[in-house]
């Protein structure tokens, strides 16, 4: 099978057992203070070692380097630095060690430090921490746990405001990979896996109150691969099956099983339809990769076949990436079709546009029409990550190179470079794009 660390990426990590898993009430109790060290170099769970204490300016040598724009700031945290950045409300937040940093976004400097209820203490301190930090509503989510080879243990959630303030936690008080789903209707769906493949129902799945941090529900699926919560209903793609729950119950309204010779890859939902991805990369005219079924039942209603087709999203309609780039109705009905290909799932959409990849070009394609507003280049693996401001972010991993378009235009605004391995996503504000890499630095790129 292959391994949980190949497709997680930077999410590696694993359990060796169930002891000192942190319930709800568990771990040390979780402050937001504001931070005196100056540079992140030092332990986020010990003392500052900086020279001057009292003083908090942002520390350069990141290695960033920008072509065409400048870096307003930059931090340098080291390898400390298990997240990607998240943007709320004029702060940008990372998670370094067991703790989640706020950073002034307009200064750079540590607006606030959250000690989360997760420690590497005791019997896991040669453990390395893991996060995963999303925004929603105004409220910054840290799902903080402890990654041992191949497996985690001791996740919590913790919702705070832009201040760094705890609003509620929640401790799962299971092992594995955790993972989220999405947000809707008052809920956040965490689900979970471990390091081998499979679709056996023994992974425990979570609906939490976004209001309140109480357990609404929690099942259980597969290896969480993904998921897409919508429309009353949570998604979670489990390797050959998609476990479709009830968001509001927690009721498990049907499975669907992908045929032997395919995976469920990607999924989407909305007007009563759930959308499945199957991985045919090559296939007959008669073979599906893409089935539709309904939420109520996954009784199948229509399915794509004979295309290729690698990701899927909802907004208002179905659009699809792959061989080609396309945008159909509930029923199937084609809207528009672009040639070119391109991602989907991924990709930033606004009122007027929707932006992908073709050919080495970052394209701006009018979602009434489907028609090319600009093509811009860029690089093979290009792929446009966030829109914000007049800007469009777009990130090669494998060549550690950003890029920033204009959203009007296409004209280039700027192209960064980052030190190290694949980079983290990219996050963005009205001004300026936030960069981090896996050396630890974090900065800011201006529009």
């Not at 070692?49 to 930059?74: F, N």
């Not at 008052?186 to 979970?192: L, M, S």
């Not at 919560?229 to 927690?250: I, K, N, Q, W, Y």
């Not at 199948?300 to 396309?326: F, M, P, Q």
Request: net charge negative; charged share 25%; aromatic share 8%.
């Amino acid at each position: 099978m292959p391994s949980r660390r190949d497709t997680l990426g930077l999410c590696g990590g694993a359990l060796l057992g169930l002891s000192g898993c942190i319930g709800p009430e568990g771990g040390r109790t979780g402050t937001a203070r504001t931070d005196d060290r100056t540079d992140g170099s030092d332990d986020p769970n010990g003392d500052p070692t900086t020279e001057d204490p009292d003083t908090d300016s942002p520390d350069p040598g990141t290695g960033i380097e920008v072509e065409g724009g400048s870096l307003a700031w930059e931090r340098a945290f080291g390898e400390d630095l298990v997240s990607e950045p998240a943007f709320v409300d004029g702060t940008v937040a990372v998670a370094v060690g067991t703790d989640v940093v706020g950073i002034d976004a307009a200064t750079g400097e540590t607006a606030w430090t959250f000690e989360t209820a997760v420690t590497l203490d005791g019997d896991y301190e040669y453990g390395r921490p893991t996060a995963d930090l999303r925004v929603r509503d105004g409220t910054l989510y840290a799902l903080v746990g402890i990654s041992v080879g191949t497996g985690a243990h001791d996740h919590v959630l913790h919702a705070l405001t832009a201040d760094g303030d705890e609003r509620w936690r929640f401790g799962t008080g299971v092992s594995g990979f955790h993972s989220f789903i999405g947000f809707g209707d008052g809920a956040v769906v965490v689900a979970t896996n471990d390091d081998a493949i499979s679709a056996e129902r023994d992974h425990a799945v979570f609906a939490i109150e976004t209001a309140t941090g109480d357990e609404r529900w929690r099942d259980e699926s597969g290896d969480a691969m993904g998921g897409a919560v919508g429309d009353g209903v949570a998604l979670v793609e489990a390797d050959r099956a998609v476990d479709c729950f009830d968001l509001e119950t927690g009721e498990r309204r049907f499975r669907y099983e992908a045929p032997e010779d395919a995976r469920a890859t990607a999924t989407a939902v909305g007007d009563g339809r759930a959308f499945v991805v199957l991985d045919r990369y090559d296939p007959g005219p008669d073979q599906a990769t893409m089935e539709v079924v309904s939420t109520a039942d996954g009784s199948a209603r229509w399915n794509l076949a004979g295309e290729v087709v690698t990701s899927v999203r909802y907004r208002g309609d179905c659009y699809i990436g792959g061989e080609r780039v396309a945008r159909l109705g509930p029923d199937g009905t084609e809207r528009w079709s672009y040639d070119g290909g391109g991602p989907v799932y991924h990709a930033p959409f606004d009122a007027e546009a929707l932006y992908t990849v073709s050919e080495s070009r970052v394209v701006s394609l009018a979602r009434d029409s489907g028609t090319e507003r600009w093509d811009a280049e860029a690089t093979d693996l290009a792929i446009p990550r966030v829109r914000a401001g007049d800007a469009v972010v777009s990130a090669d991993g494998d060549a550690r190179t950003l890029f920033a378009h204009d959203a009007g235009d296409g004209a280039e605004l700027w192209r960064a470079t980052l030190p190290g391995g694949y980079p983290p996503t990219p996050t963005a504000g009205p001004d300026g794009a936030y960069v981090a890499t896996t050396v630890g630095g974090v900065g800011k790129i201006g529009f």
